[in-house]
């Protein structure tokens, strides 16, 4: 039986060495492919922008993604920054003659696009080509695709256009059938994040606020569509209230597309103007291999620098990670930007529905400070609300997109009362002693009384007067002003423009810009850094897999079930006084 176990243990340890072995070799062949000399771009390249995948505000490289392996499922991650940055070199690069689009269905918020799509405008100032093929287009796609000269459109696909929608999930009915009885403490007539607990449909305030927030986004994305394909918008309008674009001859009779055809028809159409012989290939490049060849936008001072932190997901205290904005780590990072002499100027770039309100202020506080030794900007991406706007209101200027949802000035509180369902459904029953009558509160196991509610009320209340009053002094306006548009309301940023929630509408580079001017930089004059630094290749894909792992074991275990497994943890992580707008908004 030893001589049994002893083989058991040796094989055990041949297994961990060889996986050890495995991955180590895995990285010095990865950093054998990192380490590569600069890619030379031909003469006569074009530029292959795929967005037909997530895109965030800074990219991730996965050095194993083109080779396969046990790795490879792990793709590179386009980054705003990456495709904003290509944009720019190739506007200037004499070797790139035009931009190849795949935008069928980007995974992006409106604001990330809207960002894409004014690059892709300026680009076209170079007299460069813009094309684009596709076998169908989401809404989100089109409007990327709209400013291309030649738009294919399969002769058996489809184009979505029925106007824009937003959707919400309410759980009352599970927590009722679970025997589940969610406590919400809220300030604010529009504060909706609740009533996924709390109702089975939306109050007529949350309908109110979404339809005049989808209303002011579909201005805007109809607006730029009718200017790039020179429909009128009210001809727009009516297309899709008739769905009269039901296939693709209808895209083409309506003029949303120039042809209907394949993508080999495209490239036809493409080697002729670029008069490269039919049998050749096009030299098509992508994004992160053009960084490594093309010619970057002109660096400036080395001594003068815009830094421009970008705080991405929901906010938590602690470190948070890849995909959440923890407070620690946040103060940590611009403490230390703030300390670095050669950065004159600060952009928060902000993409965050909010979370923790304790750490909402914590970050406040360090933004307060940083602004009265440095200029402070901030730049709202797809959502800076509520938690996302409590950052925002510390710096000295906002700067959002037309289509950027912000506002969502609200709070709220929520603990879920579980004692029935320990006790009715598991049979689980609780009991226990204190030293004072409210000694376990606040308590998930039993009723709290009104006296114990009404107290958590009233620190709900406390922070809704703390959130908006230090919003009115940031805004410089009177509290009751802030709060007619508080609430817990939703705006665009159009409409928050308009309402003095916002000061300029724009881009990241827009931002940058009144960052600069605020410094006393002259453009050209000062380098563009973001933070936190962009992570080594290994340490970025060592930490997906390990994310992805636990990802891939729940979505295996529950399949179509999984994204409602995610939500219910997201919900169980809700505890506490939040500073969040709706759950999770999608306008598609």
Known sequence: MLQFFKYVLATLVGITVFIFASFFILVGIGSMLSSEEKVVIEEKSVLKLDLNKAIQEVGVENPFADIGGPFGDNENAVGLKDIIEALKSA???????????????PEAGWATLEEIRNQLVEFKKSKKFIVTYGESYSEKGYYIASVADKIYLNPAGGL???????????FKGTFDKLEIKPLVFRVGEFKSAIEMFSRKDMSDSSKKQSVELITAINDNFLKNISASRKIPVAELKGLADSLAVDNP???????????????????????????????KKIAYVGVDKYLKGGSKVDDGDFNKRIGVLVA???????????????SDKFVKELKAIRENDKIKAIVIRINSPGGSAL??????????????????IASMSDVAASGGYYMAMGCDKIVAQPNTITGSIGIFGLI???????????????????????????????EMTEFEKSMIQKGVNEGYETFTKKAAAGRKMSVEKLKSLAQGRVWSGVEAKQNGLVDVLGGVDDAIRIAAKAAKLNEGDYRVRYYPEKKKPFEELFTKVMGDNEEK?????????????KMYKKLMNMGGTQTRMPFKLVIR
């Open 416 to 446: 879920f009362n579980v004692s029935d369902f320990m006790n009715n459904k598991l049979g689980v029953t609780f009991d226990g002693v204190g030293t004072s009558p409210h000694a376990d509160w606040p308590t998930a196991t039993r």
């Open 312 to 326: 991405e997901g929901e906010i938590t205290s602690g470190d948070g990670s890849d995909e959440s904005i923890g």
């Open 553 to 565: 074991a729940t979505t295996k275990a529950l399949g179509e079930l999984a994204p409602y497994a």
């Open 249 to 279: 001859k209808a895209a083409l009779k309506y003029k949303f597309v120039t042809n209907l055809g394949y993508q080999d028809e495209l490239e036809s159409y493409l080697k002729r103007d670029l008069k490269v012989e039919e049998k």
């Open 160 to 170: 979505e256009w029925n106007g824009l929608s937003a959707e919400y999930s309410f």
């Open 91 to 105: 506007q200037k690069d004499d070797n790139i003659k035009g931009i190849y689009l795949k935008t069928e269905g």
């Open 359 to 376: 750490a909402s202020d914590v970050m406040w506080r360090e933004i307060q400070i940083t602004a009265k030794k440095k200029p402070v």
